[in-house]
């Protein structure tokens, strides 16, 4: 009796696969949201900082006794001024208060040491009789500040700079990031709760069984129902020729039913001739391509296989491999029924090097451009609902063919879905 051994690693259920892109997908929102909102918080400090700035240099600028000291001049602009720059500097949140004249020395400092030097700073603009809002690095480091003219009548008689520091601004933003944190937090437990409820949903679906073999589940549901579909179509043509052959025995006409029966076994015939190259490794494909005849001319649609002898077996086991050209034939028809005449339906299997190309030609109307763009999409289907709109098949396809290695191509006039499988080396 076998046993796995102990150290073998068991695959994660689909279930778990969920749960854990589900968490991931929400952390990695959580994590932009909350940048975003650090950054947005960033741009509003900054914001906020240049508006008071530039409503506190404009309040100085506009005091009758500021315009009169700075037009006085001298160590006494100084002494009065001083004064109401350091007040202004203890009450609000600015960090500095700097008025100057309209060349840029200072009558005013935190520091009283830079009393008489020129500004660190942009003043051309204010001096003209504008305003400048800039990020400078100044004395007291980087900050964010307004300069604003101190008029006297129309003249520009002296400069007031109110300035923020881009610390000050910083440790603004630090309050609101309990707030961040809270709400990124809040964001990542009601993402965990809704990825537990999917994993719960999807294992009443799967159980513990893995990715994998939900896939292969799908694929084999696919495989048994298409060739249900042309096992059924097969049924039902022989059984209308059977009945028929009967009646005309019964009204006395043998060589016509005779006839009836033999055409439809030189068909057959002929049919199984030219998938001879398939039996040595895909009996499978062999006898789904013989079904969909039946198929086809039960929908009045013609049926056309070219195989070639040289092409290899693919790596697929007969599961997927039923699925996958079962799934392109069953689109094929179902286009080609729904088009103009001449309806018909072309299967080629090629050699493309070391591997084989299977392609699905019809006669039916292009692919619009909407559709092509969302076709191979789970859940997609220009089928109504129930049996044959399951939005399925073309995405079972393209996972099939991904997870082979192979590629699966549109083209158009003809619509043409041609996939490249890797050979058996063996």
Do not use: C
């Not at 932009?32 to 309040?59: K, N, Q």
């Not at 480091?141 to 604003?148: F, I, L, Q």
């Not at 009996?283 to 079904?291: D, I, K, R």
């Amino acid at each position: 009796m076998s046993r796995t051994p102990k150290n073998a690693r068991r695959a994660p259920s689909a279930a778990s696969r969920v749960f854990f892109v589900f968490v991931g997908a929400v952390v990695a929102i959580a994590s932009v949201v909350g940048v975003a909102l650090v950054v947005v918080a960033l741009v509003d400090e900054r914001r906020e900082a240049e508006t008071l700035t530039l409503a506190v240099a404009r309040s100085v600028a506009a005091d009758p006794a500021v315009a009169d000291a700075v037009a006085a001049g001298g160590a006494d602009a100084t002494d009065v001024l001083q004064p109401i720059a350091l007040e202004i500097t203890s009450e609000t949140p600015i960090d500095f208060v700097t008025i100057m004249t309209p060349a840029g020395i200072r009558l005013t400092h935190p520091d009283p040491a830079q009393i008489g030097l020129p500004y660190l700073g942009t003043i051309a603009e204010a001096s003209a009789g504008g305003v400048v809002l800039e990020e400078f690095t100044g004395t007291l480091g980087p900050s964010v500040r307004a300069v604003v003219p101190v008029l006297s009548g129309d003249r520009v008689v002296g400069l007031v700079a109110a300035g923020v520091t881009v610390q000050s601004v910083a440790g603004q933003l630090w309050g609101r990031i309990p707030a961040i944190l809270a709400l990124t937090a809040a964001l990542v437990v009601i993402g965990t709760v809704a990825a537990w409820l999917a994993r719960r949903l999807t294992r009443r679906v799967a159980g513990d069984l893995p990715a994998s073999a939900v896939r292969d589940a799908v694929s084999s549901y696919e495989s048994v129902r298409t060739l249900g579909e042309a096992l059924r179509a097969q049924a039902h043509e022989h059984g209308n020729r059977m009945h028929t052959a009967v009646a005309l025995i019964e009204l006395g006409r043998a060589a016509e039913a005779i006839e009836l029966l033999t055409e439809r076994t030189r068909e057959s015939q002929e049919l199984v001739d030219r998938m001879t190259p398939l039996r040595a490794g895909e009996p499978a494909v062999e006898a789904l391509l013989l079904g969909k005849a039946s198929q086809a001319s039960e929908l009045g649609v013609g049926w056309n296989v070219d195989i070639d002898p040289g092409a290899p077996r693919s790596v697929l086991g007969p599961v997927d491999a039923v699925s996958v050209v079962g799934n392109l034939i069953d689109n094929a028809i179902d286009a080609a029924a729904a088009g103009d005449e001449p309806r018909w339906v072309r299967v080629r299997i090629r050699p493309a090097g070391t591997a084989v190309a299977v392609s699905v030609s019809d006669s039916g109307p292009p692919i619009s451009a909407e559709v092509s763009a969302r076709m191979f999409d789970r859940g997609f289907s220009t089928k109504p609902a129930g049996p044959s709109g399951r939005g399925v098949g073309l995405a079972l396809v393209r996972d099939i063919v991904a997870a082979s290695g192979g590629e699966i191509t549109v083209n158009d006039s003809p619509t043409t879905f041609r996939v490249v499988l890797p050979g058996r080396t063996t």
